[in-house]
């Protein structure tokens, strides 16, 4: 592939925009959840606008409530987190102008049975994207090479690490005490797209028993040599409790990524994932790097995490 397309892609990944929970760091009280109202909007959808955080920077947190939220009292439900969350549920504040159509893909699944009624919450990213997202634990040295022909990057300026501690220590807490939810691994996932494939599995791999599985999709493998599938092949927890949905496309950056997710697949299957149960890996022939590619096939990941 052509230097040009490398920079491109590189571009586009930075301005895009364990064991059991550790004590919970309390972070400054969220302001009051606002609704978001609009044309590209379906359902209920609240904004805690810049959740603060002891270990990140400020954002905003969307919560998607599921179809008979306010009427079913009783009712507890099972919660996907997601990553780039502008991009998740309204076009106007999507990178593209394009947004993930999550909400309308729940909408219908849930109306067809394909899949539990579920909480979906899009954690917006901030400048910081490739930090926040680059695995840090994959990393040896003091410096890495994302792209060929990048300039080192510091490793002491990746804090996926305080990430994940923001989602695991400070949002899932208040997202359980706010809403009703079914707290345990089995009921709570994670997803993202390209480096928010990365860190969702990151995420299951060192908060294993608060994440329960990961969406990965067109996950940037390539990054830094493949270091990042180095790690997962050492680190992916034992099967039976976790579950992790791979999938990439063949265009654009996408093309890159087909001889490392078999990598990544064949290191699972070494695990004793089983293809088909715990694990699923897709080709998307055609499919390009974008919001508009990954909506037009995001119903296949929910239905594999949130499957009645």
Same mark, same amino acid.
């Given at each position: 592939?052509?230097?040009?397309?490398?920079?491109?892609?590189?571009?586009?990944?930075? %301005?895009?925009?364990?064991?059991?929970?550790?004590?919970?760091?309390?972070?400054?009280?969220?302001?009051?959840?606002?609704?978001?109202?609009?044309?590209?909007?379906?359902?209920?959808?609240?904004?805690?606008?810049?959740?603060? %955080?002891?270990?990140?920077?400020?954002?905003?947190?969307?919560?998607?409530?599921?179809? #008979?939220?306010?009427?079913?009292?009783?009712?507890?439900?099972?919660?996907?987190?997601?990553?780039?969350?502008?991009?998740?549920?309204?076009?106007?504040?999507?990178?593209?102008?394009?947004?993930?159509?999550?909400? +309308?893909?729940?909408?219908?699944?849930? #109306?067809?049975?394909?899949?539990?009624?579920?909480?979906?919450?899009?954690?917006?990213?901030?400048?910081?994207?490739?930090?926040?997202?680059?695995?840090?634990?994959?990393?040896?040295?003091?410096?890495?090479?994302?792209?060929?022909?990048?300039?080192?990057?510091?490793?002491?300026?990746?804090?996926?690490?305080?990430?994940?501690?923001?989602?695991?220590?400070?949002?899932?807490?208040?997202?359980?005490?706010? /809403? &009703?939810?079914?707290? #345990?691994?089995?009921?709570?996932?994670?997803?993202?797209?390209?480096?928010?494939?990365? @860190?969702?599995? /990151?995420?299951?791999?060192?908060?294993?028993?608060?994440?329960?599985?990961?969406?990965?999709?067109?996950?940037?493998?390539?990054?830094?040599?493949? @270091?990042? +599938?180095?790690?997962?092949?050492?680190?992916?927890?034992?099967?039976?409790?976790?579950?992790?949905?791979?999938?990439?496309?063949?265009?654009? @950056?996408?093309?890159?990524? +087909?001889?490392?997710?078999?990598?990544?697949?064949?290191?699972?299957?070494?695990?004793?994932? &089983?293809? #088909?149960?715990?694990?699923? %890996?897709?080709?998307?022939?055609?499919?390009?790097?974008? +919001?508009?590619?990954?909506?037009?096939?995001?119903?296949?990941?929910?239905?594999?995490?949130? &499957?009645?």
């Amino acid at each position: 592939m052509g230097s040009g397309v490398v920079r491109i892609g590189m571009a586009l990944l930075l %301005s895009v925009a364990s064991c059991a929970v550790l004590a919970q760091d309390v972070a400054s009280p969220s302001p009051p959840a606002q609704r978001v109202v609009g044309e590209g909007v379906t359902g209920t959808l609240l904004r805690h606008a810049q959740f603060a %955080s002891r270990h990140v920077a400020a954002r905003n947190v969307d919560v998607w409530l599921p179809p #008979g939220y306010d009427e079913a009292k009783d009712a507890r439900y099972p919660v996907l987190y997601m990553h780039d969350g502008q991009n998740v549920f309204d076009p106007s504040t999507s990178y593209t102008r394009v947004d993930w159509g999550v909400d +309308e893909a729940m909408t219908r699944l849930i #109306g067809n049975g394909h899949v539990r009624p579920a909480i979906i919450v899009a954690v917006w990213n901030t400048p910081r994207r490739l930090q926040e997202y680059m695995p840090r634990k994959a990393i040896q040295g003091e410096s890495f090479i994302p792209t060929p022909g990048d300039p080192p990057f510091p490793t002491a300026e990746i804090v996926a690490d305080a990430y994940l501690a923001f989602l695991a220590t400070e949002l899932k807490p208040f997202i359980d005490a706010q /809403y &009703r939810t079914l707290t #345990g691994p089995s009921d709570t996932f994670v997803m993202g797209s390209s480096m928010g494939g990365l @860190i969702s599995a /990151y995420a299951v791999m060192e908060f294993p028993n608060v994440f329960g599985g990961a969406g990965c999709v067109s996950t940037h493998w390539p990054i830094a040599g493949g @270091i990042v +599938e180095d790690y997962v092949a050492t680190h992916v927890p034992a099967p039976g409790r976790h579950r992790f949905y791979f999938d990439y496309g063949t265009e654009a @950056i996408d093309a890159q990524y +087909e001889p490392h997710q078999q990598r990544v697949d064949a290191a699972m299957r070494a695990r004793g994932y &089983r293809p #088909g149960v715990d694990m699923v %890996s897709h080709r998307y022939l055609g499919a390009a790097h974008n +919001e508009a590619a990954w909506r037009d096939r995001i119903e296949v990941p929910l239905v594999f995490l949130l &499957r009645p």
